[in-house]
């Protein structure tokens, strides 16, 4: 058996150590903030806090989880993630597929190709976007959450690039058969596209549970705002008017690091816990997707 050259096992030995520097780089600040969050106010502030809870309390938690408002908020934003993912894969996938199409078979698709895309460079600004939301009677609705970006361009063109990747011998194959366009599409095209689909449903679910702004804006009710709208307004901003009198007393014992650190926490648990059934498909969604056809 022919042994590795010298040169070969030097670049392995640095590769090696190199991917598990960077790995280290993104592991540790997570489970440094893992630590404080289960850390004593008196630790942290001391700055005895490195990777390991120092004086183990789960005081953060109990405040931010013993509180209706917060799993309601909780309630709304799971709600937000479903409706909002379903309905973007749904009019991503509708809205890709005509436009993967050539000029031959769509007359139109460059026109509405470039009206697309000029919506990434250019919008209405706030407040425009807020009055044509108000107008259509969405405020404070959770539709307001989910029909504004309801369709995003970037996945738009991630999907169509794919769809544009998939060899055409399939399609004609099926017209040949008798197969019409929406036949094509959800029996052949989207089965196909299973690593574009699974990268926009990540990217649609972080979207959905990492925005608060819109939340901040379109909810009038704090009953009605999603857990990223909540945790900012009650962790962050301090809103002493949204707070109950035994939120004031906890915050007294815990420090503001602390709960921050376990709202961090709290808001990047269900990602963490989706993404690695959703990671085999990501390097190849994105890869095959971002090639222009």
């Known amino acids: 058996m022919r042994s590795a050259s010298w040169g070969r096992v030097a670049f392995q030995s640095f590769n090696y150590t190199f991917l598990i520097m960077v790995s280290l780089l993104?592991?540790?600040?997570?489970?440094?903030?893992?630590?404080i969050s289960f850390s004593s106010s008196s630790?942290?502030?001391a700055g005895d806090v490195t990777f390991w809870p120092v004086d183990f309390t789960v005081k953060s938690y109990s405040f931010i989880l013993d509180n209706p408002r917060f799993l309601a908020s909780i309630g709304i934003t799971l709600q937000r993630v479903l409706l909002g993912t379903g309905l973007s894969l749904f009019l991503t996938i509708l809205t890709a597929y005509p436009l993967s199409k050539e000029t031959s078979a769509f007359r139109h698709r460059t026109l509405f190709a470039w009206f697309f895309v000029f919506t990434i460079l250019f919008n209405g600004g706030l407040i425009p976007w807020y009055m044509t939301i108000k107008m259509t009677g969405l405020i404070d609705t959770l539709w307001?959450?989910?029909l504004p970006a309801a369709v995003a361009v970037f996945n738009i063109i991630l999907l169509l690039n794919f769809y544009r990747s998939l060899p055409k011998e399939l399609e004609e194959a099926a017209v040949i058969d008798g197969a019409g366009h929406w036949l094509i599409l959800w029996k052949i095209m989207v089965p196909l596209s299973m690593p574009a689909i699974a990268t926009i449903l990540l990217f649609t679910v972080v979207h959905h549970w990492n925005s608060?702004?819109?939340?901040?804006?379109l909810m009038n009710k704090p009953s009605h705002y999603?857990?990223?709208?909540?945790l900012q307004s009650v962790i962050i901003k301090l809103d002493f008017e949204n707070m109950r009198q035994s939120d004031i007393y906890m915050l007294g014992l815990i420090s503001d690091r602390t709960s921050k650190a376990a709202q961090i926490f709290l808001g990047t648990l269900p990602i963490l816990l989706v993404y690695p059934f959703l990671q085999r498909y990501f390097m190849k969604g994105i890869v095959m997707g971002s090639v222009k056809g």
Do not use: E, K, Q
Request: aromatic fraction near 12%.
């Open 226 to 230: 999603p857990l990223a709208t909540y």
């Open 43 to 45: 630790a942290v502030s």
């Open 144 to 146: 307001a959450l989910v």
């Open 26 to 35: 993104c592991i540790l600040p997570l489970v440094h903030i893992l630590a």
């Open 212 to 217: 608060w702004f819109d939340g901040m804006i």
